[in-house]
């Protein structure tokens, strides 16, 4: 079964022919995962520009960072920035609009009156948990196609990939 990766192959294999660097089932690999989390991505963003409420994608990704963080229930504007690859002037534009819609809170660290601390509120908290599922089955949606068996044999490979990277 070929797609649309098989011809962008193709076309790159016909033109190195007789170039050994050129790896067709890398680029095959690479690509195709580019695709996928691409359909995510879209798909993410549509189901963000159907919602009725105040409350954009950018805000959820943001709300996400702060709730999976590995720092215990709180963190600073620079960490989140820096989690959700953003700048900081764009971080505080998000955080702005979530402290105005009562999602999380800023105060000044007790320790080191220099820092803020950003934390969840209950409401966040809440509207993190009721996005995150529907994440979650769109996600799900994009590998429906695999068995749990492939699944897991997918999973193990990216592993060994990862390790190799570092990652």
Known sequence: MEDGVDQHVARWASFWKDEPKFAPEVEGALVRMK?????????????????DEDFTLQDYKTLHVLMIQPWPTEATPAQLAEAANVTRAAMTSRLDRLESAGLVTRTIDAQDRRRVLIRPTPAGRDKWSGYIFQGMAR???????????ELEQLNGLLRKVLHSLGE
């Open 35 to 51: 695709h996928i989390l691409r359909w995510v991505e879209r798909s993410d963003a549509a189901a963000f520009a159907r919602n």
């Open 139 to 149: 996600d799900q949606e994009a590998l429906k196609v695999l068995s749990l068996d």
